[in-house]
């Protein structure tokens, strides 16, 4: 059984096979993805894959749990809810639209995980929507303040954190249908993102204003 040889091989090795193994997962799906593919785009040979990884089960659910934390951690450094709820909005928007477009791979085995039933993203997600400080609960503090505050119409925080979501990472998991809808994705596809942040924005901030607010 092939084992490592130095203090930082592992590490190396096992960033090597994570980053291979979102990529292939990401393309194929976990029930499509191959053990096989993951050693060879990770440059060594399956009984090493097997060494870190028994099985491709394990192997999914490590390198999920990984890029979901790499995820929450991120992107709540980043985003500073404590404005104006239009400002609040516009910051969630900006900051989650960039870090799809960065992380296109992980849009991509997220909806990947969907079709194939969601129980592993489902756990993941029920424990960033309970755990303080995460995107997720920021944001829908953020929206409860904001009715109570009377600076928007009173609206679920869940039902409004999936319109959110959904109009910031959807038109990147139909790239190919976008740029055929819109000449300026398929032109210039980061000039359309940033004119895409504007949209969302005003429509999703005209729509909870309340009427005359909107400004």
């Not at 709540?76 to 104006?84: C, F």
């Not at 969907?114 to 592993?120: E, I, K, Q, T, V």
């Given at each position: 059984?092939?084992e490592?040889?130095?203090?930082?091989?592992?590490?190396?090795?096992?960033?090597?096979i994570?980053?291979?193994a979102?990529?292939?997962?990401?393309s194929?799906?976990?029930?499509?993805?191959?053990m096989?593919?993951?050693?060879?785009?990770?440059?060594?040979?399956?009984?090493?894959?097997?060494?870190?990884?028994r099985?491709k089960?394990?192997?999914?659910?490590?390198?999920?749990?990984?890029?979901?934390?790499?995820?929450?951690?991120?992107?709540?450094?980043?985003?500073?809810?404590?404005?104006t709820?239009?400002?609040?909005?516009?910051?969630?928007i900006?900051r989650?639209?960039?870090?799809v477009?960065?992380?296109q791979?992980?849009?991509?085995?997220m909806?990947?995980?969907n079709?194939?039933g969601?129980?592993?993203?489902?756990?993941?997600?029920?424990?960033a929507f309970?755990?303080k400080?995460?995107?997720?609960?920021?944001m829908?503090?953020?929206?409860?303040?904001?009715?109570?505050?009377?600076?928007?119409?009173p609206?679920c925080p869940r039902?409004?954190?999936?319109?959110?979501?959904?109009?910031c990472?959807?038109?990147?998991?139909?790239?190919?249908?976008v740029?055929?809808?819109?000449?300026?994705?398929?032109?210039?596809?980061?000039?359309?993102?940033?004119?895409?942040?504007?949209?969302?924005?005003?429509?999703?901030?005209?729509?909870?204003a309340?009427?005359?607010?909107?400004t």
């Amino acid at each position: 059984m092939p084992e490592p040889t130095t203090k930082s091989e592992p590490q190396e090795t096992e960033q090597r096979i994570f980053e291979a193994a979102l990529t292939v997962f990401a393309s194929k799906g976990r029930d499509g993805a191959r053990m096989q593919d993951i050693a060879d785009r990770a440059g060594i040979n399956r009984a090493l894959l097997h060494y870190y990884f028994r099985t491709k089960q394990q192997l999914y659910q490590a390198v999920f749990a990984h890029l979901f934390q790499q995820y929450v951690n991120s992107f709540s450094e980043s985003l500073q809810l404590d404005g104006t709820f239009g400002e609040n909005l516009r910051d969630f928007i900006d900051r989650y639209i960039d870090y799809v477009r960065e992380h296109q791979d992980m849009a991509r085995l997220m909806m990947n995980e969907n079709l194939a039933g969601g129980s592993l993203l489902g756990e993941h997600l029920a424990k960033a929507f309970a755990t303080k400080g995460s995107p997720q609960q920021k944001m829908q503090q953020a929206i409860r303040k904001a009715v109570e505050t009377g600076e928007i119409r009173p609206v679920c925080p869940r039902q409004t954190m999936l319109t959110i979501i959904s109009s910031c990472a959807f038109f990147f998991l139909i790239a190919p249908t976008v740029k055929v809808m819109n000449p300026l994705a398929a032109t210039d596809f980061d000039a359309f993102i940033e004119a895409r942040k504007q949209h969302v924005f005003e429509v999703l901030y005209h729509g909870l204003a309340l009427k005359g607010e909107a400004t």
